[in-house]
């Protein structure tokens, strides 16, 4: 079946940087972007980008487009998310998700399935 | 403050319907495909509706999308306590260059 999982929980020190990886499973992975959306405890959710697993091409969101890098590995079928200059309120369960469909004329933007979240705790 | 306004909760008695709404714009929900998501507690956002009105396979004609102009609406019907769940609408805004979604709706089963 299509799965995603992602790398364990993290702590972390306010100005460091993490890498949380998303290992995608069940389908071809290059047919697909992988997005990454985080929720803040008690908190909604946020889009933070995508990346296409076709052909690298990336989409950040504005408010963070100068301190993440979103990347793949088609060899082993992984994504991943680097956040920099990390912050208390980077404070977040982090989810990969597949979607969009690549490479396509219109981008239509559903996400199914996601990972089962990272937890990434910024603390001093 | 979101950019897709949806009501903070709703709640119905079991076997009943509800509805939720997510109100955009056109830079948004007027112009581009709408998607729902179901949060259980503790658990990943699960995609419901897809393109407005889609459900993935396993989804239960029970659970339905429809949208008109800068509005959707996601409707359960025959509520279960285990419909018991945060609901996501979300959809690209071409203003914002990226995806939105909505604060999320809290659905209480009475």
């Known amino acids: 079946q299509v799965q995603l999982v992602q790398s364990g929980a993290e702590m972390k020190k306010p100005g460091a940087s993490v890498k949380v990886s998303c290992k995608a499973s069940g389908y071809t992975f290059t047919s697909y972007g992988i997005t990454w959306v985080r929720q803040a405890p008690g908190q909604g959710l946020e889009w933070m980008g995508w990346i296409s697993a076709y052909n690298g091409n990336t989409n950040y969101a504005q408010n963070i487009q100068d301190r993440v890098t979103m990347t793949t590995d088609t060899s082993t079928s992984k994504a991943y998310m680097e956040l920099r200059n990390l912050r208390s309120d980077d404070t977040a369960v982090y989810y990969c998700?597949?979607?969009?469909?690549?490479?396509?004329?219109?981008?239509?933007?559903?996400?199914?399935?996601w990972g089962q979240g990272t937890l990434v705790t910024v603390s001093s | 403050q979101s950019v897709l306004t949806q009501p903070p909760s709703v709640s119905a008695a079991p076997r009943q319907k509800v509805t939720i709404s997510c109100s955009g714009s056109s830079s948004n929900i007027g112009n581009n495909y709408v998607s729902w998501y179901q949060q259980l507690p503790g658990t990943a956002p699960k995609l419901l509706i897809f393109d407005n009105d889609k459900r993935p396979s396993g989804i239960p004609d029970r659970i339905s999308g429809s949208k008109s102009g800068t509005s959707a609406t996601l409707g359960i019907t025959g509520v279960q306590t285990g419909d018991e769940a945060d609901y996501y609408c979300?959809?690209?805004?071409?203003?914002?260059?990226?995806?939105?979604f909505g604060g999320g709706t809290k659905l209480t089963v009475l």
């Open positions: 998700a597949r979607g969009p469909v690549v490479p396509a004329s219109i981008l239509r933007y559903w996400f199914d399935p």
């Open positions: 979300g959809t690209w805004d071409s203003s914002l260059r990226g995806v939105v």
